[in-house]
């Protein structure tokens, strides 16, 4: 490389860019000092450039043999950078919508070279959008009509490619669709009607209907939530056995008897199971 600087001008631009960085973090009480500082570490330095399929500046997982973003990974990363940095935030939101499939998937994962499409993640997005709108209001309409559109065709993916059975209820085809790799609801064969995933469909399209108000689409703010009431509805009615949740086995509704924490996850519905 045709180095032009000295060692030590490099190394005192690269301490200023990490300093700047570390402007940008979020607070923490001072007891939890010494894990910020590694957290604020570990994220700056697996930051790569935009090249190739990635069109934005892209926090990896890692840059030890976890080369990659991962459609769910991506949001947590937007998450943590929310407060302080909205801009490298929406960045990490957004970066693989880009590389959205004609039919609303988002790849599996994805690096500068190639992506993979074996396999999907959980739709959280519309719970961390939420989420990141609360913490951070500075994110415009402008933004706001860069996510709508996406969203909207990957909400709609799980209710056109992922209901083999059309009750209504999207399954899961591997474990590793759920982010929950090897969770024992997925003992019962591919194809399982896991309650968290109905419970992020249904968050994600209370959250495409505030941005639809937002974005003076009423009609559309109405559509999505009549569907997110009747997902919940269809959760409660299919799911839902009086003080547990359950998973099925799509088609026959065999029901998993594990004791999975993944059953739990429908608390993220909150106020709705009141």
């Not at 982010?179 to 495409?208: H, K, R």
Request: proline letters at 6%; charged letters at 20%; one cysteine or more.
């Amino acid at each position: 490389h045709p180095f032009r600087d000295s060692f030590d001008a490099a190394h005192q631009s690269l301490v200023n860019e990490y300093q700047e960085w570390l402007k940008k973090m979020p607070d923490v009480a001072e007891e939890y000092g010494p894990a910020a500082d590694l957290a604020a570490y570990v994220n700056w330095e697996s930051v790569v450039a935009p090249e190739g399929h990635l069109k934005r500046p892209t926090m990896f997982m890692s840059k030890n043999w976890m080369t990659n973003v991962w459609s769910w990974d991506h949001c947590f990363n937007a998450m943590a950078l929310v407060y302080k940095d909205p801009k490298s935030a929406w960045d990490q939101f957004m970066v693989l919508m880009a590389n959205q499939d004609p039919g609303g998937a988002f790849p599996d994962l994805m690096n500068d070279q190639y992506g993979e499409w074996n396999f999907s993640k959980p739709p959280i997005h519309g719970w961390a959008l939420a989420w990141m709108l609360k913490q951070n209001p500075s994110i415009s309409r402008e933004q706001l009509e860069q996510v709508y559109g996406p969203l909207s065709r990957w909400t709609d993916w799980y209710f056109k490619y992922r209901d083999d059975d059309h009750d209504g209820i999207p399954q899961y085809n591997h474990g590793n669709d759920s982010g929950w790799d090897n969770a024992t609801v997925f003992l019962l064969g591919p194809g399982v009607e896991s309650p968290d995933l109905s419970a992020y469909l249904i968050v994600q399209m209370d959250t495409l209907s505030d941005v639809a108000r937002r974005l003076g689409k009423p009609a559309e703010a109405v559509r999505w939530k009549k569907r997110a009431d009747d997902l919940y509805d269809k959760l409660i009615a299919q799911l839902w056995r009086g003080d547990h949740f359950v998973a099925l086995l799509s088609g026959s509704h065999d029901v998993s008897t594990t004791g999975s924490l993944i059953l739990y996850l429908p608390l993220i519905l909150g106020d709705r199971l009141s």
